[in-house]
Nanobody, 120 residues
């Protein structure tokens, strides 16, 4: 299974960016999918997750500014980031808990990460 991310980049404070992630491979189901981020010198932290049923969960720091969505048929997840702040600067990682075809357990996969930089 591979997770391929797109989006990210440099934006001024108050601006918007959209991240996308596509999962491919021998996939039976993915639950949940989500985004994590890691700033320099800090631990990786949860940004948002979403279940296959559409139930989302957000870090308090991004509530009201970020929106996560997914397309179950395409195995994709997106993160719309609005009102960006300098403290949102980090490498953002796509995450997926995947049940592979023919197996009963889930395996965790990570994308390669995409840089988001918010200038003040």
């Amino acid at each position: 299974v591979q997770l391929v991310e797109s989006g990210g980049g440099l934006v001024q404070a108050g601006g918007s960016l959209r991240l996308s992630c596509a999962a491919s491979g021998s996939i039976f189901s993915i639950d949940p999918m989500g985004w994590y981020r890691q700033a320099p010198g800090k631990q990786r932290e949860l940004v948002a997750t979403i279940t296959s049923g559409g139930i989302s969960n957000y870090a308090d720091s991004v509530k009201g500014r970020f929106t996560i969505s997914r397309d179950n048929a395409k195995n994709t997840v997106s993160l719309q980031m609005n009102s960006l702040k300098p403290e949102d600067t980090a490498v953002y990682y796509c995450n997926a808990m995947v049940r592979n075809a023919g197996e009963m357990w889930k395996v965790e996969y990570w994308g390669q990460g995409t840089q988001v930089t918010v200038s003040s």
